[in-house]
Each structure stands twice: as C-alpha cells, then as structure tokens.
C-alpha cells in the first residue's frame, strides 16, 4: 500500500492564495457587468423623473435636479391613454405565449416520443426558419393576414409573434422531452397510462423550466417586438407599446423629441419583463426531472 505523497506547505499556501485571487477576480467581473448592464438601466429611469427642460438639456444632466412625474402624466394622456396600449400589448404577448405552448408541447412531445418516421429530417425542416429573417417574410404574411381579415386585430398580431418564436420553441420544448428518462414513460405505460395521460402527468411537470423559458421568451419577443406590429397595424387603437413609443418621439411644438415622455414610456415597458422574470425566475433555475420525481 503506497502512501500518496504531501503537498509542500507552500505548495498548500499559493493554492489557497490563489484560490482566493480568483474568486475576487470573479467577483470583480461579475460587479463590472452588473455595471455595464445596469447602467442604461439607471441613466433611463432617472431620465424619466426629470422636469421636460431638463430631459432636453444640452449637455444632458446624469441626474436631475429636480423630481417630476410630468413625463408619466403625459404619457398616460397620451392619444389614446397609456391603460389602452398596455392592455393592447400585455394581451397581445398572452395570446402569443398560449398558442405557442399549444403548438410546441404536443409537436416537441412527438417529435420527442413518437416513431414518427423521417422525424430527424421533419425537425430539422422546422428548425430552417431560423436561419431567414423574419423580416424578409413580412409582405407575404401581411399579403396573407390581408385576406383573411387579420390585419388590425390583436389576434393576427400574436399570430404573427408566435411564427417568429415558434421554431426555437420547438428546439427547446423537443429536447427537454428527449431528457426526461424513459424509465418513468415505461412505467406509466405499465399502469395503463394513455399517451395523453402520460404527456400531462409525467412530461408536463418534468419539463416544467422549458415551458417557462418558453414563456419568458415568448413574452419578451411579443412585448418588444416592433417592425411587425408596425406593418400588421394601422389603426391607433389597436397600437402596442412600442409603436406608440415610437410615434412618442416626435411629440414638442418644434418637432423634435420628448425624451422625458419617451425614457419614462422606456421605464414602464421594462418593469413587465423584469417582474416576469422575476416572478419565474425559480422555475427557471430548476431541474428537468425534478417535477416527475415528486
């Protein structure tokens, strides 16, 4: 029996020294991005509280000098009201996370489970639209949407969110489904489970963190999504956040910009993603399994 050899004391001492170095190092990156991240962040919010003469300075003040909730009277007035745009985007962004969880769960649990054939080449199909700009879709869609009648609606809107999140949906959903242990599904199957039986109660709450990544990011891309609104809507009242943002810009007497209005509109649009995120922050950080375990 060999005995296995001591580190010299000072060996022991520079690891444990440098150990301690790269944790600070760590920790001092972490800071710097947090810094970098937070920043716009801050300089947005404080823009927001800021007298209107203020906001337009030039040179443009960090912080203000004095406390105003102008900018927030104005947009709430503003055309049609800020409650209207909100509701137009939160139930826009809603609408678009439900019909993409529709598609993407029973389509990832298939292409997942199912001895579908040629499924390989299928996924790989779906998954091409990533690589084409949306962008360069919108005219035919809007030329489609126009026929049938869902230009203008909120409904033809969240239509259109959910064709640009839906391939990474599926990508994400197909391979959570590939990771729960076929252990459990063969065990269902035992008891007599249905394959719907077994989507809901083994699959559903083993995939529990896909589905609100899903969410989360369904959310964000239908809350801040811009140019497709812009194309598929052109009557005020059915206008989301970010268009009415937009227009928001050229808002004083001479034309130019109403930066306060504008950075507190900017404010008011992020709180919603970030209590999301926040809200399923837990969810988001779990395990794949741990849903189907309990």
Request: proline share 6%; glycine share 6%; net charge positive.
């Amino acid at each position: 029996m060999t005995a296995v050899p001591m580190r010299p004391p000072l060996a022991r001492a520079w690891s444990h020294v440098w150990g301690g170095r790269n944790r600070y190092l760590a920790a001092a990156v972490c800071v710097a991005i947090c810094v970098f991240m937070a920043t716009p962040i801050i300089l947005s919010m404080s823009a927001a509280v800021k007298t209107t003469g203020e906001a337009a300075a030039v040179p443009p003040t960090y912080f203000p000098h004095e406390l105003s909730l102008d900018n927030f009277a104005r947009l709430w007035t503003y055309q049609a009201g800020l409650p209207t745009y909100l509701f137009n985007s939160f139930a826009t962004a809603f609408m678009t996370i439900a019909f993409t969880l529709a598609l993407t769960i029973p389509a990832g649990y298939a292409l997942a489970r199912f001895p579908i054939p040629a499924k390989e080449g299928i996924f790989v199909f779906l998954l091409l639209s990533l690589i084409i700009p949306y962008q360069a879709l919108l005219t035919p869609l809007f030329l489609m949407f126009a026929q049938l009648k869902l230009t203008n609606t909120l409904v033809g809107l969240a239509i259109l969110h959910t064709v640009i999140q839906l391939p990474f949906s599926l990508y994400i959903m197909r391979n959570s489904f590939e990771q729960v242990p076929r252990e459990l599904e063969e065990a269902a199957l035992t008891d007599g489970g249905t394959s719907f039986q077994i989507l809901r109660s083994i699959f559903i709450p083993a995939v529990v963190p896909a589905i609100v990544t899903v969410t989360l990011f369904a959310f964000v891309t239908s809350w801040n999504e811009f140019l497709g609104a812009l194309v598929l809507l052109s009557r005020a009242s059915v206008f989301t956040l970010p268009l009415i943002l937009a227009s928001a810009r050229a808002e004083t007497s001479l034309g130019g910009t109403d930066w306060g209005m504008l950075q507190a509109g900017i404010t008011v649009a992020m709180i919603p993603c970030i209590g999301i995120y926040l809200l399923l922050q837990k969810y988001y950080v779990s395990g794949f399994t741990s849903g189907a375990l309990k």
